[in-house]
C-alpha cells in the first residue's frame, strides 16, 4: 500500500479523535477501524473512481454514525494531516492529468 495514504489515514483518525473531543464525542476503537477501513478503501482506488475527498469520507460517516451535522476541514486534523491532504491532492490531480 502507498506510504502517503497509509501515513494519510493515521493522521486522519488521530486528528479526527482529537476535533471530536473538543466536542466531548467519543471515536471508540470500533468505529475507528471502521472509518480507517472506509478510508483505505476508498484512498487506495485509482484517482479517477475516488469520489470523495478524505474530509468528506470523514464527515459523511461521522453524520452517520453520530446522527449530528459535522464540517471538519483539513485544518481541523492537524498540521499533519492538512499537509498529507495537500499531497494526496496534488497526487490526484496529476494522476488525473496522465
Excluded at 485509482?46 to 474530509?55: D, H, I, V
Excluded at 471538519?72 to 488525473?96: Q, R, S, V, Y
Aim: proline share 3%; hydrophobic share 40%.
Amino acid at each position: 500500500m502507498n506510504l502517503l495514504i497509509e501515513n494519510l489515514v493515521k493522521e486522519l483518525i488521530i486528528g479526527a479523535k482529537k476535533s471530536l473531543d473538543n466536542k466531548e464525542i467519543l471515536l471508540d476503537k470500533k468505529r475507528e477501524k471502521i472509518l480507517s477501513n472506509i478510508l483505505l478503501t476508498e484512498l487506495t482506488k485509482p484517482s479517477f473512481q475516488q469520489s470523495k475527498t478524505p474530509t468528506q469520507i470523514i464527515n459523511d460517516f461521522l453524520c452517520k454514525e453520530f446522527k449530528e451535522y459535522f464540517d471538519f476541514t483539513p485544518h481541523d486534523f492537524g498540521e499533519n494531516a492538512h499537509k498529507l491532504i495537500m499531497e494526496w491532492g496534488i497526487k490526484k490531480a496529476k494522476d488525473m492529468n496522465e
